[in-house]
Every structure is written in structure tokens, then in C-alpha cells.
């Protein structure tokens, strides 16, 4: 008898494991039956394949040794299993070009499902089709809003100059808790017209610091994990905004009852005139603008700080371009605007090469809506396709140097070209590129005139694949004072 079941349970396993070698290989088995020629490459493992290795931690200015080793036994464009899904990789300038160029015709955005749990279904970033595009329209045209409101600048320029004003007396702080508090401030304000001592926008600061960690965890719903208090912390988010949107509405219906002019320019004004989304859609879109002027623009920072202690000249001249700017101001009006951050030019080749050198963001998720024919290879329908940007920002072949930062490359190159897309491309690239430059800009200009800063040795970005300082970057920091001599502090 007990040998009978172990039989049974034997045979079982047995089919059970052939079943899964199966499943994994067979797309690879379909393929060739249609006679192309898939790029080289493994499916490795069943299930898992190789996401371990893809997955494996890395300074993130460099490729990381899975890719190093792939590209070199398969090519730059090479097949594998990742996220339980076959998989085409590309490190390829042409071929990412072309994913991000036919999102909706050959290819589309295609995040791992657990990514879509904490997001919610009407998020921008998982969105496809028709519902992307309406809500994209609505993001493009409040960027344009945004900009063109006059307070916009003074917003930024006024949350940096706090932020540097409470470093005052202290001589180290954690540069990417600084960052983050900067670009959450800033953020906040434009969508939402809140301040920093709002009740809401430490009730939301809160449930977000919750809800990014559940972003990047292990998608386990159970209560108490990581993801699970994301999905919860969205909701509340999500009520918070509610909220907000009623008292606004209310507001509104007694301002223009008696005729008071006061109005908010915020996000959120125009958002609720627009008829295009409903009342879900919105609160979702006030999300998806949170989340994505929180992380990566103070990662930005995080690593144009970290790359200029490397590199005194590139210091040195950065300070100089934002001192002529400060020299030449009018005394009575010395904020920022437009005309100055129009001369920026060398702030802006420092931000493009910690964006191509530093790699905020590793790959983006495409599947292949076809067979896609690229040159000599076919990627099949259905098929996961990841693009690897940093792949192509850290190519020698393309960049000289690339393993250098190296701002002054950008004097004499377009910062909009295959070879640079640190903000992705095609229809989904990304809306807020230049509100994360202006922010980047406008903290640089008041920090290099204020500060002098060392980092600790060895707290570098690392690619999990998402890039973050694993020590939170702390900076030994020194106040100038007004005559130009460092302000020796009492701690
Ligand atoms: C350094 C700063 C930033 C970097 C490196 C960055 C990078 C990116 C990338 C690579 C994408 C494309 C994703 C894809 O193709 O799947 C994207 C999309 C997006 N980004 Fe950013 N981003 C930054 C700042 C911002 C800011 C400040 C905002 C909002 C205020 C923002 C909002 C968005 C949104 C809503 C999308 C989705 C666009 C769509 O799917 O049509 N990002 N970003």
C-alpha cells in the first residue's frame, strides 16, 4: 500500500517536472516550427530561468556581470527567461529605438502583474491603448500649464532654499533623505497646492514612504508584508486625494458664489475642470504624478552630487556658471526664472551625464504585440521584451570614454539621440523630464554657492535592478560664508 502511493506520488512528481521542462521550452520548440531564427541565447532554469542572475545587484555605471557575459557569448540582442516570461533582451541602440518607437503597433508597455496591484488598473504607467493615450493627453497639457505659471519656479527655488537653510549648523546629513524631501515638497505643491506643514501632506508622505517600499518587494498578498501594506497604503492615498478633490470643489462653489478671485494654480485646479477623465482616473493620475516626481528626480540628485565629489574640475566650472548668473542679477528681483535657467548650459551637461553615466532607470517592460522582424532575427508574438537603456548609455562603441563622467561631451552632442534616452522614448516617454531638470538645476545653483560637501567613501547607486545609494548617501557638509570662506560649524 505504501509503496503503491509512493509509486503514484513518484510518477506524478515525475510528470509533474517533464510538464514544467515542457511549458518553459516550449516557446522555444513553437519558434523554430515557424522557420526563424530567434537571437542566441538560454532559457535555463524552468520557471525562474535566469532572473536570479538578470536580477544581481550592481553599481549602477556599469552593466553588471550577467549582461557583460551575455553580450559577449550572444551578441547585444540575445533570448532568455525572465520573470517567469521567454524573453528578448536588448542592449542595442537600434533596436531599443525601434521598441520605443512603435509602442501600440508592434510592441506595448507590458509591467510584471503585481506591479499593476499596487499601481491600480488605471494607472499611466500600466495603461495601454485608448485609456494611455487620454490620460497622457492630460498629462502633457498640464505639463505645459505648469510651466506657464509664473509661481512655478519661485515654488522650487523658495522649497531648495529651505531645505539648505536647515542644514545650518550641522556638518553631515543624508543627502538622499534630503533629496526626497526636496522633490516630495516640490511635487506635492504643483499637484496638489499643498505645504510642507499641511496635516495632508505628512498623511501622504507617510502612507507613500509605505507604498514605495511595497513596490519593490516580493508580491506576496498576506497581511503584514511589504506589498500588502502598499496595496492598503494606496488606498488611503487614494481617499486622502478624495478628499482633497471635495474640499476643493467645495471651495471653489463658495469662492466663485462670491466672487473672490483667489485661485489655486495647481494641478489639481485644471485636473478638475477636465471632463476627459473620471473621478477614479483622476485620483489615479494624481498618483502616478507623485510617484514619478518623487524617486527618480531626488535619485538624480543623489547621484549629480555623489559624481561632481569626483570630479573638482567639473565642480569648479559648475560653481562659476551659476556665480556669473547669480553677478548678473538685478538686485531687486534676484529670483530665478526662465532667462537664467536658460543659461545653465554646463548644470545641463552635468544632469545629462549623471543621467547616462548613473542610470536612474536600468530597462523598461515591452512585449511584442507581433512577430517582429529586426534585422536578421524574428522577436515572436507574445514574448517579454526588455529594452536595457543603460546598456546603450555605457556602450564604448557609441560614447567615448563611457566609463567616465564626463559632462563636457555633451558641449558638442545632441542630449536628444538613440544613444541618450535616460527618459525613455516614443509615446511613453516620460512627461515630466523637464520639471525633474529645472528642479536638479535650481537646487544645484543655491548648493554649490552655499555648501562645499565630501561623501563617505564607498556609498555608490546600485542597479537591484532599481537604483538606490545603499547607505542613503551621507555628505559631510560645509557652509560658506557670505565672503566666500567656509563657515567653520560648532558640531
Ligand atoms: C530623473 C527623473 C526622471 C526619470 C529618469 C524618468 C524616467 C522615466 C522613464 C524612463 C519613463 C518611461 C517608462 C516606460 O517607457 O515604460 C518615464 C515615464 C513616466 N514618467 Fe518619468 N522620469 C523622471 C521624472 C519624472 C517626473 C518629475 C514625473 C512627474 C512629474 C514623471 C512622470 C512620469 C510618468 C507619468 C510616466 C509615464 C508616461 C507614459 O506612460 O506615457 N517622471 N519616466
Redesign the pocket.
Known sequence: MTGGFLMVMLVGFFLFVIGLITIHFLPLLLSKLNGYVLPKGTFSWPLLGETLSFLNPHPSNSIGTFLQHHCSKYGKVFKSHLFFTPTIVSCDEELNYFILQNEDKLFQ?SYPKPIHGVLGSLS??VAVGDT?KRL?SV?LSLVTTTKSNPQFLNDIENTAIQILDSWKGKNQILFCEEARKFTFTV?VKQVLGLTPDDPHTSEILKDFLTFMKGLISLPLYIPGTPYARAVKARRRIASTVKAIIEERRKNSTTASSSQDNTRNFDFLEILLCVDALSEDEKVSFVL??LL??YE??SL?MAMVVHFLDQSTTALEHLKLEHQNIRNMKNINDMSLNWEDYKKMEFTQHVISEA?RYGN??KF??RKALKDVKFKDFVIPSGWQVLPV?SAVHLDKTLHADATQFHPWRWENQEQTCKKFT???GG???????E??KVEVAFFLHHLVQKFRWRTECGDLPFAYPYVEFPRGLPLYVEMYESNGVVDKKEN
Open positions: 508597455c499611466m504607467l494611455h497622457r498629462a511635487i502616478d504624478s514619478g516626481g527618480t528626480t538624480l543621467l536612474v532607470v523598461v517592460h537603456l535616460p527618459f525613455g509615446s511613453r516617454c516620460c512627461p515630466g523630464s520639471l525633474a
